[in-house]
């Protein structure tokens, strides 16, 4: 089984910033890919950013040039550094990873962490 622990949000006044992280542990072969999703009360989940495992990076229009996605795949970790906040970036803050697991070598199985407030006040 695979698991992915958020930790870093929080309460923060518009414009200032948080770091998230998101860490898989359990038994697996690789992750492929990684991103963070929010979702706010009412709304569907949305994605924020996205990066693969050679590092390439893909982001929501709303938080380009705002927020950074990173990765260290010796520690299996994402992180997501949120600059310049809003308060409309008040949401849950969720962790996917496609990860390769050895009884599955061919298809990567998608998992989600239990998610982190990040609440932005005005």
């Known amino acids: 089984q695979v698991q992915l622990v958020e930790s870093g949000g929080g309460l923060v006044q518009a414009g200032g910033s948080l770091r998230l992280s998101c860490t898989a542990s359990?038994?697996?072969?690789?992750?492929?890919?990684m991103g963070w999703y929010h979702q706010a009360p009412g709304k569907q989940r949305e994605l924020v950013a996205t990066?693969?495992?050679?590092?390439?990076?893909n982001y929501a229009d709303s938080v380009k040039g705002r927020f950074t996605i990173s990765r260290d795949n010796a520690k299996n970790t994402v992180y997501l550094q949120m600059h310049s906040l809003k308060p409309q970036d008040t949401a849950v803050y969720s962790c996917n990873a496609q990860v390769i697991t050895y009884d599955r070598p061919y298809t990567p199985v998608e998992y989600w962490g239990q998610g982190t407030q990040v609440t932005v006040s005005s």
């Open positions: 359990g038994m697996f072969s690789r992750i492929t890919a």
């Open positions: 990066i693969a495992s050679g590092g390439t990076t």
